[in-house]
Each structure stands twice: as structure tokens, then as C-alpha cells.
């Protein structure tokens, strides 16, 4: 390879990382809007009050602003609605056609209004850190087309990111676009992730050659799956914390967690036995896995990341669910699902070389 295509395909790895810091940062302040109950700090999309400098103080808005961003909101759900029995969502549409909380409008409060301003300035600024990836893809178009490509579909799967965000607002923080919302940031997340990997194997020597059964790539992949399955349950516990909060008027926080339902004893359990497989492929990783290689650092980091994630859990469960202690179990569970993905890529990467060796 010439020191100019080396150069290329690792400015496009530093990038792709730093587009993969920058939106697990959003996620972290999304988690953050979420806990403060900022999520309707601005009542419009994409603007915030109808200007793209949010205002500071009530009197800078006129009288009767709830009814009209409630209009507009009402203008935006009724052609949702519509699009959504064009596809033939019907029951989604009638759900949220007849649900009368999405009509609740909140009073202007500056400091949710600015959590929530800063919250989209970060993801303006991720929508650049893409762009940036997609230029600097199309520098190694020659030596994997399908970079370029899925640079372009992340592009894609942003902008689409950000009308669903719009959605999240008109709806008024409807409950399953919510998870809707997150679950395609963690899709973003993967795409960036394999995009970084795939670009590493462009440079020559960059295998590994290491005998691991194919059992540890599967255990792994076993662990992913109920790892995103145990995000899930999260954004569903997380919704009965929020509505037993608005319920309580945002007091009695200890009891909190004792009017917790079901969602919350099985996503309790399932962190055991998150943590039993996720043990099982520890051992496997540290039979068979050379020490130092990157498998073997990012097994270690994934091995403490779980046992974090789990103390913050239980920290939340027994100290009366601490509001920092939300957006930081929600960010971990993310890096998790992160790191057991590429180290999944990694498991297969080191195969192929063995093979090809062979």
C-alpha cells in the first residue's frame, strides 16, 4: 500500500471514530434531556420557538404560545397519522389519533428549553462529523466500493433520525418512538462501527492469526441479542418511571421504584443472566484469545463495562433511582452493545486470516 493510501484510509478511520464518540456523546445528553424532563423544552422542530436561537424568558414569546405550537404539533400528527394508514399502520394511527396526551402543552421553562437547544446543536454537529465521513469515503472508493456506500447510508439513516426526532417532539415524547429513536441511534452506532472496522482491513499485516472456536463467536453474538433485548426493557421501565414521576408531581422519589411493574422485575432478572453469558465468554475469550491482542483489551473493557452497568442498575434500585446515575447506565448499555458488535467483527476478521493461512 502507498504512503498516500495510507494515509487516506487511516484519515478516514479517524473520522469514523470520532463520528462514533460524537454520537455516543449525544446519546449521553439525550439521556440527559430525558432525566430533566427536557424533551419538550422546545415545542417545534426544527427551530425552538420559531427561531433558531431559543428565547431566555417568557415575555419573548406572545401570550397564547401554547395554543399555537400546539396547533402546529396537531398539523403535524394529523399528516403522520395519514402517512401511517397509507401504509397500512392503521391500529399505530388510531393510537395516536385518539391518545389525548399528546394534546398536554408545557409552560416555557428556559432551562429545559436550553438542555433541549443544546441537545440538537450536538446533533447538528453529528450531522457535519457524517458528511466529513462520506467525503472522506469516496477518497478509498477504489479499494472498497462498499464504504462509500454505507457512508452514504448512515447519511441517510441521520436524516432519517432527525425527521423521527420531529416526530418524538409533535407526539409530545410518545413512548415506543422514543425506543424508536434510540434504537436506530444504536443501528447509527453499528454502521459507523463496522465502517471504521472494514476500513482497517484495507491496510496490509492488519489480521491477527488465533485459534478461537467458533463457540466464542456465538456466545457473543448470543450476548448482543439479549443485550439489545435488555435496552428495550429499559426504555420500558424507564416509561414508568416517568409516568409514576409526572403522576407524583416529580416528588416521593423512594417510592418510585416500589410502584414499579413487571417490566422492571424482568429487566432486574435479566441483567443475571446478561451477566452469566457475558462471564461464560470472558473465560472463553481468556482460554483462547492471544493477551494484548485487541480482542483480548476490548474483552477486558467490555467485561468492565458490565459490571458497571449492573452496579448503576442496582445503585438506581436502591438509592431511589439518583437522576445522574440515568443518562450514565444509559450511555454504558449503549457502549456495550457497541463493543460486543465489533468485537464480533473482530472474532470473524481473525477467522477469514486464519484461513486464508491455511
Known amino acids: 500500500m502507498s504512503p498516500n493510501t495510507n494515509k487516506e484510509v487511516n484519515s478516514f478511520r479517524k473520522v469514523s471514530f470520532l463520528t462514533v464518540i460524537a454520537v455516543y456523546f449525544l446519546i449521553l445528553v439525550g439521556g440527559i434531556v430525558r432525566t430533566t424532563g427536557s424533551g419538550m423544552g422546545c415545542p417545534d422542530w426544527p427551530k425552538c420557538f420559531g427561531s433558531i436561537v431559543p428565547p431566555t424568558k417568557a415575555e419573548q414569546l406572545p401570550p397564547d404560545y401554547q395554543e399555537i405550537y400546539l396547533q402546529k404539533r396537531i398539523a403535524k400528527n ?30 416555557f421553562n428556559p432551562v429545559k428549553t436550553w438542555i433541549e437547544y443544546i441537545n440538537r446543536l450536538i446533533g447538528v454537529l453529528i450531522g457535519f462529523f457524517i458528511l466529513l465521513t462520506v467525503w472522506k469515503s469516496f477518497r478509498i472508493w477504489k479499494f472498497d466500493k462498499m464504504i462509500p456506500i ?10 432519517f433520525q432527525g425527521w423521527i426526532g420531529s416526530l418524538v417532539v409533535s407526539t409530545n415524547l410518545l413512548h415506543w418512538m422514543i425506543t424508536f429513536h434510540m434504537m436506530l441511534a444504536i443501528l447509527l ?26 463457540k466464542v463467536e456465538w456466545i457473543l453474538i448470543l450476548a448482543l441479542v439479549l443485550m439489545l433485548i435488555q435496552v428495550v426493557l429499559g426504555t420500558q421501565v424507564r416509561e414508568q418511571i416517568d409516568q409514576i414521576s409526572f403522576a407524583l408531581g ?14 422492571f422485575y424482568i429487566h432486574r432478572s435479566f441483567s443475571l443472566i446478561i451477566l452469566g453469558i457475558h462471564l461464560l465468554y470472558f473465560f472463553w475469550a481468556f482460554k483462547y484469545v492471544l493477551r494484548k491482542s485487541r480482542i483480548s483489551l476490548w474483552t477486558q473493557l467490555l467485561m468492565i463495562l458490565v459490571v458497571i452497568e449492573i452496579a448503576t442498575g442496582i445503585g438506581m434500585a436502591y438509592f431511589a433511582i439518583p437522576a445522574f446515575l440515568q ?32
Open 78 to 107: 394529523e399528516r403522520f397519522v395519514a402517512t401511517l394508514e397509507k401504509l397500512g399502520f392503521t391500529e399505530t394511527a388510531k393510537e395516536i389519533a385518539n391518545d389525548k396526551s399528546i394534546l398536554i402543552e408545557q409552560e
Open 327 to 358: 443518562p450514565i447506565h444509559l450511555l454504558i448499555g449503549t457502549l456495550i452493545v457497541g463493543i460486543q458488535f465489533l468485537l464480533i467483527l473482530q472474532l470473524r476478521e481473525q477467522k477469514q486470516f486464519r484461513l486464508k493461512e491455511n
Open 150 to 159: 454505507l457512508s452514504v447510508a448512515s447519511l441517510i439513516l441521520v436524516l
Open 189 to 214: 452506532v453499528c454502521v459507523l462501527i463496522y465502517l471504521y472496522h472494514r476500513s482497517g482491513k484495507i491496510k496490509e499485516g492488519n489480521g491477527v492469526s488465533m485459534d478461537v472456536p467458533v
Open 250 to 263: 416529580n416528588m416521593l422519589r423512594g417510592t418510585w421504584i416500589e410502584n414499579l411493574g413487571l417490566p
